[in-house]
Structures are given as C-alpha cells and as structure tokens.
C-alpha cells in the first residue's frame, strides 16, 4: 500500500502548485436511520456512500483508476461498520429526530510543504466535539460534550491513531488523488466577475463564477484600500463542475460615484478588477444606472399639479351642473354619499367610525 502510493507519487508537477485537500463529510439521521458519506478531493466529489444501496461507489472516472482492487470494498465495510456504530451508540440514547455528523480531513501546499488536519462532530447543526492536533487532545465548546471529551482523552489508543491517521495517511491518500485526477484536476478555468443590484437601494454584489479551481480570493476596494465590512458569501458548486462565490457591498449611489469602488478578484488564472460604475453595474442581466432621486421628485410634483388642476376644473363644471337641481334635499344627498364613501356623521362614536372606515377601505 504505502510504496504504490510513492510510485504514484512521482508523477506530481509544479502544475498543482497551491494549496490542496481532502475532506470527507458523514451525515446521519436519527428519525429515518439515514446515513452518507461523501469524499472530496480540492472540493471536488470523488466518492459517495448511501445507506440505501449501501456501496461506496466512485463520483468521477479518474478515481475508478485506483489501484487496489478491493479498495472500494474495504471503503463500503468501513462505512457499513460506521452506520452500526452511529446506530448503536449515538440513536439509542436519544429521542426524537436528530442530526449526527462527522467531518474529517486534511489540507497540503505544495509549494511550501505546510500541512494541516482535523477530525469534529456535530450534533443538530452545532459543534459537539474536535480534536485539537496542536494539543493531541479532545475538546468539546458545549457542556453536554464534557463527559464525551473526557472519555475520548483518556482512550488513548484512540487519540494516537486519529492523530497518526491525519497526519501522515490523510496526506499521502491526497497526494494520490492528486495524482490519479492530474488531467481533471489542474485544469484551470478563468472566473467571469460580474457587478450586480436588484435597484438602486439594494446593495451590490460581485459575482464571481464558472472558475476553477477552487481556491480564489475576492475583496471590495475604496480608494485602494480593502473594506472589511462587506459579507461574504459561501463557495458554492455549479453543475459543470466549477464554483461560484459573491461578495455584498453596502454602500450608498451617491458615495461610490465620489470614490472608486473595486471588486478585486484573485484567481491563480488571473487577477481581475471591476470598478463600479453605472455603465458596469448590471439589474435583471441589464445595464441599469441608479435612479436621481431628484428626477423623481421633479416628476411627482408635476404628477400632483396636474392632478391637482384636473380636480379643480372637474369641480366647477360638476358644480354648474348641480346647482339648478339642487334643493332642501342637498343635506340628504351629502349624508347618503358620506354613507357610500364609508365616512360618518360627526355624532357617530369613535368605535363605529373606525369599523365603518375599515370596511369601506376592504371593499
């Protein structure tokens, strides 16, 4: 095993320069006793396992390659024995439906040698449980994990071959992914930065997507120097096999039109910047510039005028049509329209007003 992994080895090229990982995520149901797994290499999946057809079966063609013909296998025990223990030991003493998961791996920089690792739990969403290589100990952020932590710390054996496994198998099991995967994995696809708002009072995003690989850094600039208050958005996968990112800026019209604002995107492709501007900015996939708020106040205004001339002159020719059959039935006529409008003389009590104004406004 450990010298096929070295022959593989060989083949590595400064074409994988950067940073480089292996994650796998395990996932249980307490209510319906689901259980999965997933593998992936530079957030790419290469492996699955589900509990329905319970089989670890391989995502990408590449990784068919692998040598060991019983590695799948070995890999569909080893899951089926971690479904037994999550149903045995963690369902069994809880009640009502419940999340378990297990989240495991290891990270590699190629260029300067720099390896890192870790093995957590989660419980309902929340951290339960990591191992902290730095201390070679358990360590649980919540109280209702103390007792787990302390029984953890002191089986030994077990501390020793979570951290022995990290280190050095985790790593070596990564490079030959890396190797296997060479023609899918260090292709490079340059990312496409777009600047986008839904209208002039939302915020603006930089959307950066279809790039690979994985690994980009994207910042919002004024005036050249970063801000930090922007919200960043999570990594998220497309369905050809490359990533997308987005990164919120808050900011008013009138102040990114007196600074330059950049989105500053860095790809190990390319380096690219977008400066904000109204020919730039995009709504709905169309260039659209902010709206003047004083071209809306100048139209509304002129909208109430008019209305406002349109009302008077309705008035006095209503009025020279009434005037000849107005009569001592004019209080009348006022009061029934007052009842059709909804409105009420001034006797009625507060509470019917209030009723009979609401019901006049829901027809």
């Given at each position: 095993m450990r010298s096929s992994v070295i022959l593989l080895l060989v083949g590595i090229s400064l074409a994988f320069a950067g940073k480089h990982s292996l994650k796998y995520f395990y996932t249980s149901v307490s209510g319906d006793k689901t259980f999965t797994a997933t593998g992936l290499v530079d957030d790419v999946q290469f492996m699955y396992f589900g509990i329905n057809t319970k089989k670890a079966?391989?995502?990408?063609?590449?990784?068919?390659?692998?040598?060991?013909?019983?590695?799948?296998?070995?890999?569909?025990?080893?899951?089926?024995?971690?479904?037994?223990w999550i149903l045995n030991t963690i369902w069994t003493e809880s009640a009502g439906e419940h999340t378990y998961q297990i989240t495991y791996g290891c990270e590699w920089n190629d260029e300067t040698g720099k390896t890192n690792a870790f093995r957590q739990y989660g419980y309902d969403g929340e951290d339960f449980l990591f191992l902290d290589l730095k201390r070679d100990e358990w360590i649980s952020p919540v109280?209702?994990?103390?007792?787990?932590?302390?029984?953890?710390?002191?089986?030994?054996?077990?501390?020793?071959?979570?951290?022995?496994?990290?280190?050095?198998?985790?790593?070596?099991?990564?490079?030959?992914?890396?190797?296997?995967?060479?023609?899918?994995?260090?292709?490079?696809?340059?990312?496409?930065?777009?600047?986008?708002q839904k209208n002039a009072c939302s915020p603006v995003l930089c959307h950066v997507t279809h790039f690979y690989p994985s690994d980009i850094t994207v910042t919002w600039m004024r005036n050249g120097q970063e801000l930090k208050n922007v919200k960043v958005g999570k990594l998220l996968p497309n369905e050809d096999g490359t990533f997308q990112k987005t990164v919120t800026l808050q900011t008013e019209a009138d102040e990114w039109r007196k600074n330059e604002f950049s989105?500053?995107?860095?790809?190990?492709?390319?380096?690219?910047?977008?400066?904000?501007?109204?020919?730039?900015?995009?709504?709905?996939?169309?260039?659209?510039?902010?709206?003047?708020?004083?071209?809306?106040?100048?139209?509304?205004?002129?909208?109430?005028?008019?209305?406002?001339?349109?009302?008077?002159?309705?008035?006095?020719?209503?009025?020279?049509?009434?005037?000849?059959?107005?009569?001592?039935?004019?209080?009348?006529?006022?009061?029934?329209?007052?009842?059709?409008?909804?409105?009420?003389?001034?006797?009625?009590?507060?509470?019917?007003?209030?009723?009979t104004s609401q019901s006049s406004t829901e027809s």
């Open positions: 079966s391989p995502k990408t063609e590449w990784v068919r390659e692998i040598e060991e013909s019983d590695y799948w296998k070995r890999q569909t025990h080893l899951l089926v024995e971690q479904h037994h109280k209702q994990g103390f007792r787990t932590q302390e029984r953890c710390n002191n089986e030994t054996i077990r501390l020793v071959h979570w951290k022995n496994y990290l280190k050095m198998d985790c790593i070596e099991t990564l490079k030959k992914l890396l190797t296997l995967g060479k023609s899918s994995l260090e292709k490079t696809v340059s990312p496409q930065v777009s600047l986008l989105c500053v995107v860095k790809h190990q492709s390319k380096t690219f910047r977008k400066t904000l501007t109204e020919k730039e900015i995009r709504t709905k996939n169309k260039t659209a510039a902010p709206f003047d708020v004083t071209v809306v106040v100048v139209l509304v205004a002129v909208i109430l005028s008019l209305s406002l001339i349109i009302g008077v002159i309705g008035y006095f020719v209503y009025q020279r049509k009434l005037k000849p059959a107005l009569s001592g039935s004019a209080s009348k006529c006022w009061l029934s329209f007052c009842r059709i409008s909804g409105y009420v003389t001034a006797n009625t009590s507060p509470s019917d007003s209030e009723n």
